[in-house]
């Protein structure tokens, strides 16, 4: 991994209180993801304290294709601050062009990892579906193209010997649609990634019977970094009574170089002072700890998160 980045030059902002001044009135995108995931609700409660926290910002929240988009919009100079994978993170900086990148996007910075996103694989219990190759000649959704998620369903299926050709059907849908597919017995099952709890599969657990299909450790090891093999705790939805083994990716909250050491400061700052807010957002929000946020991030710190990580002695 990337050794992170060392800023040279010190900024005047003023200690945090109820506001934060920074040097300019700035305009503050969040570019999120679709609005039944994770990201959306966080990036709307994110959105709120910047708006309250720092004096003088124009926010807006943006719903998009999450990771892949979020990351090409915010290296074009279209939003300010974007939720994304960190596979998608790693691919973006090389370039990758199979992953949706057209060129390196070396201009991208950290705010600091958030929260695994758990790859899930939800099937009808109809289906018959309970392991990763009972989805041969099954239908499946795998997320928007070349969103985060189908980049996490191209490695788990090919860690599995397995391929998009194996299933019946292929669609290519964000969570919501999925699920509404599901609900009218014209899919049989989605992957998807997303924060353990996920709206959309708590809403079909409640009128459908489901099963969340395993993904073995050792389809996981088999990636390596930065997938970790992990599992969904029983009880996290409707019907499902045991641990079921998947994989899980770090959600990185990233920005670019562009944005200012004084925005991006109060930003980090208000993030980790009000994370009873944003769990209100969302439980995964739970998971946000500032000591966990700076290890192992594939790209480099931005100078104003890195200040703050400094501060609160997290960084030496």
Sequence with gaps: MMSRFVAGAA?????????????????????????????????????????????????????????????????????????????????????????????ELTNLRAIGGIYNNYIQIVAEKSSGISSLEDLKGKTISVGAPASGTELNAREIFKAADMSYDDMGRVEFLPFSESAELIKNRQLQSTLQSAGLGAAFIKDLATTHDITIVAIPAEVVEKIGPPYIATVIPAGTYDGQDADVPTAAVTNILVTSDKVSDETVYAMTKLMFENIDKLKAAHSAAAALDPAKAVKDLPIPLHPGAEKYYREIGVLN
């Design 11 to 103: 900024f005047g902002v003023a200690s945090l209180g109820l506001t934060a001044p920074v040097a300019k009135a700035e305009f503050i995108n969040v570019l999120t993801g679709g609005t039944s995931g994770v990201y959306y609700p966080l990036g709307v409660a994110l959105s709120e304290l910047y708006a309250a926290g720092i004096d003088g910002a124009r926010t807006q929240v943006q719903a998009t294709k999450a990771s892949v988009e979020n990351l090409n919009l915010l290296s074009a100079g279209r939003g300010e601050v974007a939720f994304a994978l960190g596979d998608s993170v790693v691919a973006g900086w090389k370039g990758d062009k199979d992953a949706g990148f057209k060129a």
